[in-house]
């Protein structure tokens, strides 16, 4: 049995997630070891978001206080709405509440 199931079975309550160090490391640059930084919904969405081959919004735009500029002429986006926002995040959190994980 792991520890992540036989912490689960003692305390079902809690939410109880044994990582390695190696794993805390990874994109970790504020080297945060808090619970809330590792809740397990945060993995969950990580790995659906790598599965999928998403590209990043800050990979192809640069924010200011006024407006959206495109760094890749390719890239077609031009302005971040708030609704745009909450669909993806609807579209992502569905895919995780339906096990989908990859394509």
């Given at each position: ?88 995040k609807a ?13």
């Amino acid at each position: 049995m792991s520890p992540n199931q036989s912490l689960q079975e003692k305390y079902p309550h809690l939410e109880v997630s044994v990582l390695k160090l190696s794993e805390v490391q990874k994109n970790n640059e504020s080297k945060r070891i808090d619970s809330e930084f590792f809740k397990k919904e945060y993995f969950d969405t990580m790995e659906t978001i790598q599965l999928n081959q998403v590209e990043y919004l800050g990979d192809n735009m640069r924010f200011n206080s006024w407006y959206l500029q495109p760094i890749k002429k390719s890239f077609e986006l031009k302005e971040v709405s708030s609704k745009l926002l909450q669909e993806a995040k609807a579209k992502v959190e569905s895919a995780i509440a339906n096990g989908v994980t990859s394509k």
